[in-house]
């Protein structure tokens, strides 16, 4: 907070296509999606015209009791669009209260379906998890910066390895996977994963068959799969949905950042009317899932979302995203370190990225990975020298992070590269003695 404070971070005052405006008017490209959010960039007339008229109509009413229109017609829109079997729509306002909805049906579910047990109690996580900062997300999660002076608060939660990070092989992950959920399958009420990529660790990218492989392992154990696609979700990854990649349906599917087009906060958990049917029942049998937020279900929000979904589909932005992935595997390869990827000109870092979505690590010695001093904070020094040029990332510890909206065109999505690459270079060799 210290630091924050006397750094005088920019005050955004307005925006421009992709680019934000600070209070002393300059210029920023929006390299990180305003969080991993935005889609169609800002101020796009027509999800600015579909809040408006959602506005000249009603802005608020709950769904306690009642229904909205844009809510019925976001929920309409996201069934048909979702993988296989997730028929149900059950709304909230973060991504974090998204997967807290998320694990309090799959609990729920298991002791209210047919032949319902009372011992499912564990959930499945995997290493360097993240899928928020509440006191359930936490429990699920895996990286110590966040979540390791909490564990007095936490719930315990069963840890597999994570198949992104250098180590056992694929199959010997899932061996070891395989032998936890097996030893523990009657206690396990669901399996919670980031679809292909671990986006707050780092940029994980896990090596493709792995999704498939764990859907074909819990179906086998009979364990619910909760796909967290919060932040990999609408066209990050150049799918729709990172799970169409792999041809999987999750039993529980949670979307938030970029539903709204990273307009308006609102998250969706989507179900299989197999776990909707196990809430049904007269309410004095008590199977009601008691969980509801003030403003679940939002018109504004939904109405926003309705425009974002449209305008994928008119723009092509999956395709889009598609391009900005060739893009960046051009703009970044020739300073990787991965020994994977071919090395041209200096490494300066790993560089890891899937769709739009790049992590670059820096290394204070690339060909042993060892880390620099934290005191150094190199990767805020980086995401520092990127303002200085005219760019806004955010880095995660020395994780340099970037993330182009899904639609943002790839002239400015190799501007964004050149000028990372730039002020990564100004950082190691300022930090040279
Ligand atoms: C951002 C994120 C969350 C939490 O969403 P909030 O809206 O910040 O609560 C959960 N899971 C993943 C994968 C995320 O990236």
């Not at 307009?263 to 899932?289: C, H, K, M, S």
């Not at 040029?389 to 065109?409: E, F, Q, T």
Request: overall charge negative; glycine content about 8%; aromatic content about 6%.
């Amino acid at each position: 907070m210290s630091a924050y404070v006397e750094e005088h971070a920019p005050v955004i005052v307005a925006a421009d296509g992709f680019e934000l405006i600070d209070a002393d008017g300059n210029r920023y490209l929006d390299g990180h999606s305003s969080l991993w959010c935005n889609i169609h960039g800002h101020r796009v007339p027509e999800i600015d015209a579909a809040i408006r008229a959602q506005l000249d109509r009603v802005a608020h009413s709950t769904l306690l009791g009642l229904a909205n229109q844009p809510s019925i017609e976001l929920a309409e829109a996201l069934v048909q669009r979702a993988p296989l079997g997730l028929k149900k729509v059950f709304y909230t306002d973060c991504g974090a209260a998204g997967v807290e909805a998320a694990l309090k049906i799959a609990w729920q579910y298991h002791r209210q379906k047919p032949g319902g047990v009372e011992n499912r109690d564990l959930f499945v996580c995997l290493g360097s998890a993240y899928h928020g900062d509440t006191v359930g997300t936490i429990s699920l999660g895996g990286i110590d910066r966040f979540h390791s002076l909490f564990g007095g608060l936490m719930f315990p939660a069963l840890r597999v390895p994570t198949p992104a990070t250098p180590g056992p092989s694929l199959d010997d992950c899932l061996a070891e996977t395989e032998r936890l959920l097996a030893a523990n399958a009657d206690r396990i009420a669901g399996f919670v994963i980031e679809p292909l990529v671990q986006a707050a660790a780092g940029i994980l990218v896990h090596p493709p068959g792995y999704l498939r492989r764990i859907r074909e392992l819990t179906s086998r154990l009979g364990i619910l799969l909760i796909a967290d696609e919060i932040a990999v979700g609408f066209g990050r990854l150049g799918t729709l949905f990172a799970c169409d990649q792999e041809d999987v349906a999750p039993d529980i599917l949670i979307l938030s950042k970029g539903l709204t087009g990273g307009y308006l906060p609102l998250a969706a958990t989507l179900v299989t009317d197999d776990i909707y049917n196990a809430f049904l029942g007269e309410p004095w049998q008590g199977r009601t899932f008691y969980h509801g937020h003030t403003y679940t279900g939002n018109p504004l929000a939904c109405a926003a979302a309705l425009a974002s979904l449209r305008l994928i589909e008119q723009n092509d932005v999956l395709e889009n995203a598609r391009r900005i992935e060739n893009v960046l595997d051009r703009a970044l390869k020739p300073r990787n370190c991965n020994p994977r990827a071919s090395s041209a000109r200096a490494p300066m870092a790993d560089i890891r990225h899937k769709g739009t979505m790049v992590g670059i690590e820096l290394f204070q010695d690339v060909a042993t990975h060892t880390p620099f001093p934290p005191e150094r904070r190199m990767g805020h020094q980086v995401t520092l020298a990127c303002r200085r040029r005219g760019v806004i990332v955010r880095n995660i510890g020395d994780v340099v992070v970037l993330m182009p909206a899904p639609a943002m065109p790839v002239e400015l999505v190799q501007k964004l590269c050149d000028a990372v690459i730039a002020a990564i270079d100004d950082v190691l060799s300022a930090g040279i003695p």
